[in-house]
């Protein structure tokens, strides 16, 4: 029951760390009007948290790679705390920017050690289910946590939402300390990958980068998608897409016993699924249920897809299991970014249609480089990876 309780802790803080990104999309009008900014402004609040989390994550967590889990989430669920209250005390722009700043630092160091914090918690053969959990944490924060957020900013003013988010980490900064193993980071069956291979951690890699931007291009302008190419009503895009999260959440779920099962079947179905979904979003998006379906189906993919990668990493990262995960958050934050960029270029000159073939189109090549670890050799589990190097420790005097 304690592993439990540390667990449902994790997932509650990729709760609060998702909500707390995405919260300035939903707060963009009130935060400008009470700050005398722009909305583009505060749009910049979600660019730079981004970027700081993209070139952040790799560098941080080679500096505290020594801090014992327990110590370590404790401290950031602490910075996350403070950094937020103090979000709802600034009265300028750069002020709150800088706050922003530090909530990002702390979201890249968490979600760089969450995963073999949590993986640690239970036996090998259940990573997939245990990963899936923590990962499901930020998937509802997408259903729940945002939308509650907006409302409350709406009925009591923007502060009171980052307020509520703080408040919130106190109640997980409590599980997590008190329930949280202490071990050293290096110790464990999470600690380092089962299969360490370079080759196919770069490979990942530069898969979680292509189906993320494929994933976010298509996503960042669904609601322009719904109403001028399915022709739906603008008062039906927060049920496609609460329709949309609530299949995310489905999906990570799901994932999780078959990532125990084979970790590359998962990554490639998914990947597959979500480039189907696209395609038949680019050709029958114009019918309304067509479209709705496809929205979910393609949440539902790349939810799962997450979940995957959460259960390779712990596989075949080449070392330190942290320092792999820190390097696969970085990629999937340059998808975010990458796909996010390419959208805004190709919306004005081509049309919102566009963006969704080019998510179909970037999800084909992923799908394609996937398939190519079936044609990596694999490695005698009693021979080292000549990619890396000797990582035993010297039996020195």
Same mark, same amino acid.
């Given at each position: 029951?304690?592993?439990?309780?540390?667990?449902?802790?994790?997932?509650?803080?990729?709760?609060?760390?998702?909500?707390?990104?995405?919260?300035?999309?939903?707060?963009?009008?009130?935060?400008?009007?009470?700050?005398?900014?722009?909305?583009? +402004?505060?749009?910049?609040?979600?660019?730079?948290?981004?970027?700081?989390?993209?070139? =952040?994550?790799?560098?941080?967590?080679?500096?505290?790679?020594?801090?014992?889990?327990?110590?370590?989430?404790?401290?950031?669920?602490?910075?996350? @705390? @403070?950094?937020?209250?103090?979000?709802?005390?600034?009265?300028?722009?750069?002020?709150?920017?800088?706050?922003?700043?530090?909530?990002?630092?702390?979201?890249?160091?968490? %979600?760089?050690?969450?995963?073999?914090?949590?993986?640690?918690?239970?036996?090998?053969?259940?990573?997939?289910?245990?990963?899936?959990?923590?990962?499901?944490?930020?998937?509802?924060?997408?259903?729940?946590?945002?939308?509650?957020?907006? %409302?409350?900013?709406?009925?009591?003013?923007?502060?009171?939402?980052?307020?509520?988010?703080?408040?919130?980490?106190?109640?997980?900064?409590?599980? @997590?300390?008190?329930?949280?193993?202490?071990?050293?980071?290096? +110790?464990?069956?999470?600690?380092?990958?089962?299969?360490?291979?370079?080759?196919?951690?770069?490979?990942?890699?530069?898969?979680?980068?292509?189906?993320?931007?494929?994933?976010?291009?298509?996503?960042?302008?669904?609601?322009?998608?719904?109403?001028?190419?399915?022709?739906?009503?603008?008062?039906?895009?927060? =049920?496609?897409?609460?329709?949309?999260?609530?299949?995310?959440?489905?999906? @990570?779920?799901?994932?999780?016993?078959?990532?125990?099962?084979?970790? %590359?079947?998962?990554?490639?179905?998914?990947?597959?699924?979500?480039?189907?979904?696209?395609?038949?979003?680019?050709?029958?998006?114009?019918?309304?249920?067509?479209?709705?379906?496809?929205?979910?189906?393609?949440?539902?993919?790349?939810?799962?897809?997450?979940?995957?990668?959460?259960?390779?990493?712990?596989?075949?990262?080449?070392?330190?299991?942290?320092?792999?995960?820190?390097?696969?958050?970085?990629?999937?934050?340059?998808?975010?970014?990458?796909?996010?960029?390419?959208?805004?270029?190709?919306?004005?000159?081509?049309?919102?249609?566009?963006?969704?073939?080019?998510? =179909?189109?970037?999800?084909?090549?992923?799908?394609?480089?996937?398939?190519?670890?079936?044609?990596?050799?694999?490695?005698?589990?009693?021979?080292?990876?000549?990619?890396?190097?000797?990582?035993?420790?010297?039996?020195?005097?």
């Amino acid at each position: 029951m304690r592993a439990v309780g540390a667990l449902i802790g994790l997932a509650g803080g990729t709760f609060l760390y998702t909500t707390a990104e995405a919260l300035p999309v939903g707060l963009l009008l009130p935060m400008a009007a009470d700050l005398d900014v722009s909305p583009s +402004q505060v749009g910049m609040l979600v660019t730079v948290y981004g970027a700081v989390v993209m070139i =952040a994550s790799v560098p941080l967590t080679a500096a505290v790679r020594g801090v014992p889990r327990r110590r370590l989430l404790s401290l950031l669920l602490a910075g996350f @705390v @403070v950094s937020n209250a103090v979000t709802v005390l600034t009265g300028t722009l750069a002020l709150l920017l800088a706050a922003r700043v530090a909530t990002a630092a702390t979201h890249a160091l968490f %979600w760089a050690v969450v995963v073999p914090a949590a993986a640690e918690l239970f036996r090998p053969e259940l990573r997939g289910r245990v990963v899936a959990v923590v990962f499901a944490g930020g998937n509802i924060a997408l259903v729940l946590g945002v939308p509650a957020g907006t %409302w409350l900013g709406s009925q009591a003013g923007w502060r009171a939402s980052f307020l509520a988010v703080s408040g919130l980490g106190v109640v997980v900064l409590a599980v @997590v300390a008190a329930l949280l193993p202490s071990a050293r980071p290096e +110790q464990g069956h999470a600690a380092r990958g089962t299969a360490p291979d370079s080759r196919r951690f770069r490979l990942l890699v530069a898969v979680a980068v292509l189906t993320t931007a494929g994933a976010i291009v298509a996503y960042t302008f669904v609601a322009l998608f719904i109403t001028e190419i399915s022709g739906l009503p603008a008062a039906s895009v927060g =049920a496609v897409l609460l329709a949309r999260g609530i299949a995310s959440v489905l999906g @990570v779920l799901a994932a999780g016993p078959l990532v125990d099962r084979n970790p %590359w079947l998962v990554l490639i179905a998914t990947v597959a699924l979500q480039s189907v979904a696209l395609l038949g979003l680019y050709f029958f998006g114009h019918h309304p249920a067509a479209a709705v379906t496809l929205i979910a189906v393609a949440g539902l993919a790349f939810a799962a897809f997450t979940a995957g990668l959460g259960g390779l990493v712990l596989r075949v990262a080449p070392g330190r299991s942290d320092l792999a995960a820190a390097a696969l958050s970085a990629a999937v934050n340059v998808g975010i970014t990458a796909g996010a960029f390419a959208g805004g270029l190709l919306l004005p000159s081509l049309g919102v249609h566009i963006t969704v073939l080019a998510g =179909a189109v970037l999800s084909l090549v992923a799908l394609t480089l996937a398939l190519g670890e079936r044609r990596l050799p694999h490695l005698s589990p009693h021979l080292p990876d000549p990619h890396l190097p000797d990582l035993a420790p010297a039996n020195r005097p």
